[in-house]
């Protein structure tokens, strides 16, 4: 069933505002973190696990499921606020972030969280598990995909462009690549340290189909992502043109947001605006 219907957006917006609530709470809890990069993929997150992923969040490790690896894994914290807003684990949770005897460590870690695929955070390495699951998932004859999200600055990393090459020559249509191109590594901008240039037309040109989109806009990541799932001869790389910060200006305003101390009145105020977004939505016409 297509999400792009209105009340089904409706319900991902104000799932991507709660994400994004969580998200800050958590990091708040913790007075520092990987705010940044997190709160860039918030909607990405929202649509994948908001309807479109074949998931049961009360069988985490449902052998039909649909898989993410979350390969730059210091944005674990927003798949966290997600897997717990869906019920994978309970919500308070969230405030033990990072703590000594977590189970929600600052980088993903599938032995230790329910609904973690793939232990990640040494960047690079999750593309090349990605395919692996996606392979092991057609060698076993199944329907189910395989969602990978990587950042652009992790494209640093020569093994990425390794899978890139891998893909499309064994025709995984069931991979789906989504990078998050908020044009920030961790200390300055990807133009200036490894210009990624026209991303969409590297991976066309490797052999991908491709789109490049809106990556904090709902209804644009949707529509590729389901495009994607109608895809039979390709992998699809969505390039998800996004900000740094997003949806929190106080934080996406910070030059270098990486890794910020979130405390004080920064923490204050972001998490009021914050929860006056999710008020607002939940109100909200379709
Ligand atoms: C192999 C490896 N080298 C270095 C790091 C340290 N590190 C963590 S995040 C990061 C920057 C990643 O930038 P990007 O992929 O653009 O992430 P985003 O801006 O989306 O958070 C670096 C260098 C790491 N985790 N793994």
Redesign the pocket.
């Known amino acids: 069933m297509s999400m792009l219907d209105p009340v089904t957006l409706k319900q991902v917006r104000s799932f991507a505002a709660q994400i994004r609530l969580e998200t800050l709470k958590e990091v708040g809890a913790r007075g520092f973190g990987?705010l940044?990069?997190?709160l860039?993929?918030v909607e990405a997150l929202a649509v994948l696990y908001g309807g479109l992923m074949r998931i049961d969040p009360h069988n985490p490790q449902w052998p039909e499921r649909d898989k993410l690896v979350m390969s730059?894994?210091?944005?674990g914290p927003a798949l966290y606020a997600a897997l717990a807003l869906k019920g994978y684990f309970p919500l308070d949770w969230l405030s033990t972030l990072n703590q000594p005897g977590t189970r929600l460590p600052s980088?993903c870690d599938r032995k230790l969280t329910p609904g973690i695929d793939m232990t990640t955070?040494?960047?690079?390495?999750g593309v090349s598990t990605a395919i692996g699951l996606a392979l092991a998932q057609r060698m076993d004859g199944m329907s189910s995909r395989t969602y990978l999200i990587?950042?652009?600055?992790?494209?640093?990393?020569g093994q990425t462009w390794e899978g890139a090459l891998f893909a499309p020559q064994h025709k995984l249509t069931n991979l789906t690549w989504l990078v998050?191109y908020?044009h920030?590594?961790?200390?300055g901008d990807?133009e200036e340290i490894l210009d990624l240039g026209d991303l969409e037309a590297k991976f066309r040109a490797f052999g991908w189909a491709t789109a490049a989109v809106n990556g904090n806009e709902v209804e644009a990541v949707a529509q590729a992502l389901e495009a994607a799932q109608r895809e039979t001869a390709k992998p699809w790389c969505i390039v998800l043109n996004t900000v740094?910060g997003a949806g929190v200006p106080l934080v996406a305003d910070i030059a270098l947001n990486?890794?910020i101390v979130f405390e004080g009145e920064l923490r204050t105020k972001a998490i009021a605006t914050m929860e006056q977004a999710v008020a607002a939505l939940e109100g909200a016409q379709p």
């Open positions: 990987h940044g990069g997190a860039s993929i730059k894994g210091h944005a980088h955070g040494s960047l690079g390495q990587t950042g652009d600055g992790e494209l640093n990393e998050d908020n920030k590594q961790l200390d990807t740094k990486h890794h």
